[in-house]
């Protein structure tokens, strides 16, 4: 087969911006990694559950598409603030099991609880801009693609300026590097905690309701694929990173899509797939990661 | 017997050991001692093979051990104890020195025996490292069940029962009272009659001066001086790294 | 009957997964991988008796191999990774088995009808029992002969040296390695041991059940594998045994009733028993909890009377 380059630079523009989807879900993986060194796997079974209350919030009180946008992730917000309290707050500390089981068991929780209240059947969301498309040339750029990639930025932004310029972002980093000595300092390491996992909470939030857009359908089909992509964002990255977060989101994003292009929609994931091998051996600690590690 | 020459380990920019040469004779109880952060757990990691050094070799018996991995450390003879005592908590008193055993030379079982044998096939000698370490009577309770000075006496155990011809004791007597420490003074000088060397790691100088038969002293990962207990006790670079900052806090006062 | 034959056969198949999880648990893994094997064994076991017309036994046997294989090469990799990152690898691996097999296309004429794998069709008609005239009840019984034979292994193994050093990884790999301990090959073993038991389940539950497909080997399957020895707990084989009863015979059967609520509930049991027995179902503390909980009762019947 041949692909001109038009073809393959178009893929890969679409792809970069839909990978800031994967980028803001891969963020909060490890959001919750760096400061808990856990695993929620429920992480993006919350965002996805986010975007459909803010679904419902259209479907039966009828609220314009905005404040669904701003009800989804404040939803998400919540139901991360749940799972902190249900699978991580009463979690001994230096059990990993224990709470990674039971974030399977939120992610099942919501994901059934999801198929039972839609029949399991998608229902299709709002779209964003429908009609912005700015053509550049040969190419194009898709406008609610944009959005999503703008609005993404803008949160990370967010992000680390609480993480670095704020009291609150001081006392996670610091519960996040010694959490005993913190305790005794008087942080109260279940407050940031919880906040870590709002934060998280609500950027997935929007992803969610962002991913859905852009899709144009909610589906509970959505939640594992979307957990995979950001568990392996997070991992390529390198956990805790966040910066490595952000690159690895956009990069699968690009990937998926020329995989997609190139092998089609069976094989396309098999070689995203390859790539986190990849990553796995040659670079362990993630992008951006040192290889130094303390025992 | 351990030979170490221009022994080197970086952490990125931190130089935790830097060019450090000993030698630890055949039979001798060899003390290491310094400030905190001078290197010391460092230097045992580097001979147990934890991490491999950043420069310089490792030699026991000629044998360089520098690019062999830890289990295999161990087969040449090397053995040790933690700093921070790491038992194998959820399993037994003895099960935990069941992992490490291995027969004295000469008297080797089949490796199907070693692996599959029953408990029956050890239990007794087992038995009798377990009474000598004075846990006799706790043979199958979960490690974790001991107390302090029991753990430390059994994670000693644990590093004898491989029969090591060199053991390295990382501040074996932290966190133990003067009568602790008197015990764990005989059971060394034990070890140095049934012919082990010993490399011991310490802050309690008290244990090291009347122990050892010589002692190195490191300071950021530097040797700074090395001698009989005596020597380094009148030396005065020693008490300069030691106290040093304690004088300079009663000069600035 | 029948109905009751079938819960026999997935709690048996079931507990073959989760002892596959419990063998990597030991040493301290937390392997999704055990799905990618689960596949691995059933397609090959069914390619061997469906496309080459082989007997059931030495197909099953060849699937556990091939499974355990890769399991082994899975296994000097997954040395590299640690913790919750090995999670992400084996999710990865079981994801890349699921796919590949999504993509298989292997179609053969045998005595006139046309059999294999059909890519994402999945592979359907591995009719090895029904076609040399297995009832039901036998292939129950092959399952738990072979449930109960790695049960009896593995209780063995916990008996010996071998099981001492399993378990000395899973709590201190560095303690274990400065006690002699070869960690790649302690490892590595573990991992073949857990994909040939996988490799084994696979084989038996395309067989018994006749078709199998990408759907069949999700996530959501190796998540189950890992939950049994985690909600069981690790101190013996018993307690997988005992959680697969209880979440495929009690709550996934016994309260079929409840619809789609159970799977709810599933989730909401998994969470509940992690908050009061992060440790598992069965840990340590159970036989001792189990007497309190006696002598209470005991004290309360004293007080009546
Ligand atoms: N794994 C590691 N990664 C990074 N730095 C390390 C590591 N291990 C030790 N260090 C650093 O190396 C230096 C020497 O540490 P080491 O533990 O060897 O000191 P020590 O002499 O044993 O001190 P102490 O008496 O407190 O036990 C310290 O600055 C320490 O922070
Ligand atoms: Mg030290």
Redesign the pocket.
């Known amino acids: 087969m041949n692909f001109d380059h038009i073809d393959i630079v178009q893929s890969l523009i679409d792809g970069v911006l839909f990978g800031s989807v994967y980028a803001l879900v891969g963020l909060g993986f490890t959001l919750i990694f760096g400061a808990m060194h856990k695993l929620n796997l429920a992480y993006a079974a919350s965002s996805i559950a986010g975007a459909y209350i803010g679904l419902a919030s259209i479907t039966i009180f009828a609220v314009p598409t905005v404040i669904a946008f701003l009800v989804g992730p404040l939803a998400a917000g919540l139901v991360g603030l749940l799972i902190y309290i249900s699978c991580f707050q009463f979690m001994p500390r230096n059990n990993m099991l224990a709470p990674l089981m039971a974030s399977i068991g939120a992610l099942f929780f919501i994901d059934e609880l999801i198929i039972d209240k839609t029949a399991g059947s998608p229902i299709t969301f709002p779209v964003l801009l429908p009609d912005a498309y700015f053509p550049v040339g040969e190419f194009g750029f898709r406008g609610d693609l944009l959005f999503v990639t703008f609005a993404s930025f803008v949160l990370m932004g967010v992000i680390v300026f609480m993480l670095y310029r704020t009291k609150m972002g001081l006392a996670t980093r610091a519960a996040s590097q010694q959490p005993v000595a913190s305790l005794l300092c008087g942080i109260p390491t279940h407050r940031t905690n919880s906040t870590v996992f709002v934060l998280a909470g609500v950027l997935g939030g929007v992803a969610g309701c962002l991913a859905a857009a852009a899709v144009g359908v909610l589906s509970p089909l959505l939640t594992l694929p979307l957990t995979v992509k950001g568990l392996i964002v997070a991992v390529i990255g390198g956990l805790g990173s966040i910066r490595g977060a952000i690159a690895a989101g956009f990069m699968i994003g690009a990937l998926e899509n020329l995989f997609l292009l190139f092998r089609g929609v069976n094989e396309r994931d098999i070689y995203v797939f390859l790539v986190l091998f990849l990553f796995l051996v040659v670079r362990p600690n993630g992008i951006f990661g040192t290889s ?4 | 017997m351990l030979k170490l020459t221009n022994l080197a ?1 970086y ?2 920019g ?4 830097d060019g450090l040469d000993m030698q630890i004779n055949k039979g001798e109880i060899f003390g290491l001692i ?12 580097l001979i147990c093979g ?2 491999p050094q950043t420069a310089g070799t490792i030699e026991l018996d000629n044998v360089d051990l520098g690019r062999l991995a830890p289990h295999q450390r161990i087969e040449f003879g090397v053995s040790r104890t933690f ?1 921070n005592i790491r038992l194998f908590g959820d399993l037994t008193v003895w099960q935990n020195l069941w992992v490490a055993w291995r027969d004295a030379p000469g008297h080797e079982t089949s490796w199907l025996v070693n692996w599959f044998g029953s408990p029956a096939d050890r239990r007794h000698e087992i038995q009798k490292l377990l009474e000598f370490s004075g846990l006799g009577d706790r043979a199958d309770r979960p490690a974790s069940s001991l107390s302090f000075g029991e753990q430390r006496r059994l994670e000693l155990a644990r590093a004898m029962a491989s029969k090591p011809k060199l053991i390295l004791l ?2 074996p007597a932290a966190g133990m009272n003067s009568e602790e420490v008197a015990d764990l003074r005989n059971r060394i000088l034990t070890m140095k009659n049934l012919g082990m060397t010993v490399l011991l ?1 310490e ?1 309690v100088m008290d244990l090291v001066m009347s122990v050892t038969d010589r002692i190195t002293v ?1 300071n950021f ?1 530097k040797p700074i001086a090395e001698g009989t207990p005596l020597e380094i006790q009148n030396n005065e670079m020693v008490q300069e790294a030691y106290f040093g900052s304690a004088k300079n806090v009663e000069a600035g006062n | 009957m029948e109905y009751y034959l079938g819960i026999t056969q997935t709690i048996g198949v079931h507990t073959l997964l989760g002892l596959s999880a419990y063998v990597l648990l030991l040493t301290g893994q937390l392997s999704l991988a055990q799905v990618g094997f689960f596949a691995i064994g059933s397609y090959v076991s069914g390619i061997l008796t469906v496309i080459f017309g082989w007997h059931i036994l030495p197909a099953l046997l060849v699937g556990a191999l091939v499974a355990g294989f890769f399991a082994f090469l899975v296994g000097f990799p997954a040395l590299r990774v640690k913790g919750l990152m090995l999670v992400v690898a084996t999710i990865a691996f079981s994801e890349i088995v699921r796919l590949v097999f999504f993509n298989v296309n292997w179609r053969v004429e045998v005595n006139g009808l046309e059999v294999g794998p059909d890519s994402t069709q999945g592979f359907r008609e591995i009719r090895y029992f029904a076609a040399n005239g297995w009832e039901q009840a036998h292939v129950v019984l092959l399952i738990w002969l072979i449930v109960i034979l790695v049960m009896v292994l593995l209780w063995w193994l916990d008996k010996v040296r071998a099981g001492a050093v399993l378990r000395a990884v899973g709590e201190d790999e560095l303690a274990a390695q400065s006690s002699g301990v070869n960690l790649t090959m302690v490892k590595v073993a573990a991992m073949t041991g857990g994909g040939v038991i996988a490799g084994i389940a696979g084989g038996l539950f395309a067989h018994s059940t006749t078709y199998v497909d990408h759907h069949t080997f999700s996530i959501l399957l190796a998540t189950f594998a890992v939950s049994y020895p985690i909600l069981g707990g690790l101190k013996n084989v018993l307690g997988t045994l005992m959680a697969v009863i209880f979440i495929q015979g009690f709550i996934i059967e016994g309260l079929r009733f409840m619809g789609d609520y159970r799977n709810i509930l599933f989730g909401l049991l998994i969470i509940v028993a992690m908050n009061f027995r992060p440790q598992g179902l069965v840990d340590g503390n159970f036989t001792s909890d189990l007497r309190k909980l006696l002598r209470m009762n005991q004290k309360r019947g004293g007080i009546d009377a």
């Open positions: 130094i590690d303390r025992d | 380990k952490f990125g931190v130089r935790a050991v310094g400030p905190n952060g001078s290197g010391k757990s460092t230097t045992v990691n934890v991490f700093q990382d501040e790691v802050h490191l990962g």
